[in-house]
């Protein structure tokens, strides 16, 4: 053993002062998740823990309330990883920012699959944390679509597709809106929360929109849209009034109009052209990242990291199955 560590200090001194930096960072984050204790029981919630061995140098704790074992990164994302919580932070932070995958990946020094799983690992939590504490329109709030172009980024295109492989950034074949498209149904409430989801091309229809909205709507609500007589159908769904801007009088466009939505549109475009394109079947999940980073990303990255960082009873794991199968669009 000590002849390794006499090694190891003298590969160490070799280094430059960023990569001694970097490594130091890497030995206090694993530092930190080693002898960070457990409160709580992630199963149950209960109190009565003892320290109960070593698990893959974690320290490992067990409740006497229900008999489990567990340690400090059960139900996080970090679960069944070798990163610390340095490295996961990191890569949160450059999600939540819109960087790409590349991005991270260099600045890093990860590899490419390794940041992906990381990243998708994140996104899947993500929707985990909107599906629990859904969004809820209220107020007044605005619905609109916005299309992006179909992807299937990262694979060969499948031959039954009906159509040449597009580079990225070419435009579709069609002229106007088509099957080609993917709509992105949005809304959000002018001072609150935002909702992005993918469930069809082109014009969404009234099931559509039911599946997309329906508990998502607070009674009372002025709804402003388009005027797409889909949107009747949301009447189902909650008390509320739906207002066509279209039909609004020139004295009330500085109240009746869908800036804010619009607004959304252009910040999810603006993320969707500097990833140059989302596979198709990601899309959902890349929704969810959208929808929580709107008019939030100052304050999200310490809130995030507090819920899926920290063991607690809300299970935010994924393995690398759920990342191939979990969720995917399929239209």
């Known amino acids: ?143 609109d679509e916005t299309y992006v172009l179909e992807s299937f980024k990262g694979k060969k295109l499948p031959e039954d597709t009906g159509r040449p492989a597009r580079k990225h950034g070419a435009k579709a074949q069609k002229r106007g809106l088509s099957a080609e498209y993917i709509c992105i149904n949005t ?33 009372g609500t002025l709804l402003l849209c388009d005027g797409l007589k889909s949107y009747g159908i949301l009447r189902n769904l909650a008390e509320c009034t739906i207002k066509d801007i279209n039909t609004a ?19 999810i475009k603006d993320r969707y052209d500097y990833y140059r394109g989302v596979a198709t079947k990601y899309l959902n999940r890349y929704n969810a990242l959208f929808s929580l980073t709107w008019r939030r990303n100052t304050v999200l990255v310490t809130d995030l990291c507090s819920k899926l960082f920290h063991s607690g009873t809300a299970d935010y794991y994924h393995s690398i199955k759920d990342i191939k199968t979990l969720r995917l669009l399929a239209l």
């Open 1 to 143: 053993m000590e002849q390794n560590i006499n090694k190891l200090i003298d590969c160490i001194k070799n280094l430059t002062s960023d990569a001694i930096s970097r490594l130091l960072a890497l030995a206090l984050g694993m530092l930190a998740a080693e002898t960070a204790a457990a409160t709580e029981c992630p199963y149950c919630g209960g109190t009565r823990i003892v320290r109960n061995g070593k698990k893959c140098r974690k320290q490992r704790y067990l409740c006497r309330d229900c008999g489990r074992t567990f340690v400090t990164t059960t139900h996080t994302v970090m679960s069944m990883s070798h990163y610390p919580a340095s490295v996961w932070k990191e890569v949160a932070a450059d999600t939540l920012g819109g960087c790409s995958i590349d991005h991270t990946a260099e600045r890093m020094e990860l590899s490419h699959q390794c940041v992906f799983n990381m990243r998708h690992k994140l996104l899947l939590a993500m929707q985990d944390m909107l599906a629990s504490s859904p969004v809820v329109l209220g107020k007044v709030s605005e619905l």
């Open 187 to 219: 809304g959000i409430q002018r001072d609150g929360g935002a909702l992005a989801e993918a469930v069809n091309r082109a014009k969404p229809d009234s099931a559509e929109l039911l599946e997309v909205y329906r508990g998502h709507l607070e009674d």
């Open 249 to 267: 009088a020139p004295a009330e466009m500085s109240f009746f109009h869908l800036n804010t939505v619009n607004n959304f549109h252009s910040f």
